[in-house]
Every structure is written in C-alpha cells, then in structure tokens.
C-alpha cells in the first residue's frame, strides 16, 4: 500500500542552527499532511499541518513546505534548541480519516 | 493538551490472559484511533471508531477487539495476550467532519509487557 517516509532516521543539530527535517510521500491522492514531535516516554505532539492548496505554512519557528510535483515534505525549526531534540513524524491522510505515518527522524540538538 | 487519557499507564501481563487499555476523551471527539508502535515500524493503526459502536479495523488487528459504548469511551482488548503484544499503545482522538480530515491528538500512551 501507499506508505510515507523519511529520507534520515536520525539529525544532529548545533544548538541556534536551523534544521531541516524531510519526508518522502508515495499517495498522489493525499491532501493533507501534518507533523508531529515525540518527547521520550510521550505521546505524538502536533506540530502544524498543511493540506495540499498550500505550499508553506509557517508557525512559531516551524515552516513545513509541500511540494506536491516531487511529493515532498518538509519541517524547518528555526533556531534549534536543546528542548527540540525528539522524533519527528511526518503523515499523510488515507482513506475513512485515517493517517500514514512514516518511521520518524531522530532529532539530536548539540550544546 | 487534548483532553484525553490512558489506563492503565503501565501493565505486565502473562501470556494467554485478557487484558483491557482504556481509552478517556473529555473533548466530545467523533473520531477515536488504537496505535501500537514498535521500533522499526513507526505508529501502526489496529481498529478506530467513528461513532459510538461503529467501529473498523485497522492494518494490524489481529487479536485485538475494540469496544465503544460512549462517545467519550473506546477499549481495546487483547482476548489472548501473547509476546508479540508487547509494545506501547497510543490512542487518538479526531474532531474529523464536514468530509476533511483534522489533526490526531495523542494520549500519553500504555507501556505493555507481556511474558
């Protein structure tokens, strides 16, 4: 089936710099896409999501960035802090409401 | 965050006995959603709800049942806990409508081990 993934399962960051988390989606069909951050021992956060008439979205210190014509997706954290560091996932919508998630990127921010 | 709950929070349990996670949602959400995540395979769906005692399967519901009685209610039962069961479950809850899919909130999720 149609799946979603990330092209690095793990990014170390210095702490201040911008990162740039990618994602791979399959679905041409999929309108719809979010970001999510997982802190040890918790749940998925929401981060922002964009839906597909969209390009770029920007919240605070998160631009996530679609390009539909290669299925590509992006997260941008500007100024990275060491509160940052957590797995990241990017997902996709499906069929009857349900989510594709991929497999994450594990975010590492340096002192 | 959402309002939404888990219990229990951590279980051990032995192989061949039933076991029950609970899922609590103060939001009057529509949508309910079982995880289980292992390493190497992300957040894999094993039934959701979409309406009190409507509900359907997901990509890996083999030997789990799930149950919703009340809006604010969803259970997830291992009829027959076996190892393979071991994981951390998340549940999700959706204000999914009007035909457009809504962001998933997460509860904290609950640690199972069986042996």
């Known amino acids: 089936g149609e799946s979603v993934g990330l092209h690095l399962p793990t990014l170390s960051v210095q702490e201040g710099d911008n990162s740039i988390i990618n994602c791979a989606y399959s679905?041409?069909?999929?309108?719809?896409f979010i970001w999510y951050k997982q802190e040890s021992g918790k749940g998925p956060q929401f981060i922002i999501d964009i839906r597909s008439n969209m390009d770029k979205r920007q919240g605070q210190r998160v631009t996530v960035l679609l390009n539909k014509t290669v299925k590509h997706l992006s997260l941008q954290i500007a100024a990275t802090q060491p509160g940052d560091s957590a797995v990241y996932f990017c997902a996709e919508n499906g069929d009857d409401y349900k989510l594709s998630f991929g497999a994450g990127t594990t975010v590492t921010v340096r002192a | 965050d959402a309002g939404i709950t888990q219990s229990p929070r951590h279980k051990v349990t032995e192989t061949g006995t039933p076991v029950t996670l609970r899922c609590h949602q103060t939001e009057n959400h529509r949508y309910m959603y079982w995880y289980r995540q292992d390493p190497g395979h992300g957040l894999r769906l094993i039934h959701y709800s979409y309406g009190v005692k409507d509900t359907d399967k997901g990509e890996v519901s083999d030997g789990y049942s799930v149950s919703r009685s009340k809006t604010e209610d969803f259970l997830l039962t291992l009829e027959s806990a076996t190892s393979s069961q071991t994981s951390v479950y998340f549940c999700?809850?959706?204000?999914?409508?009007?035909?457009?899919?809504?962001?998933?909130?997460f509860g904290p999720g609950t640690r199972l081990t069986v042996t």
């Open positions: 679905n041409s069909a999929s309108d719809y």
């Open positions: 999700a809850i959706s204000g999914t409508s009007g035909g457009q899919t809504y962001e998933q909130y």
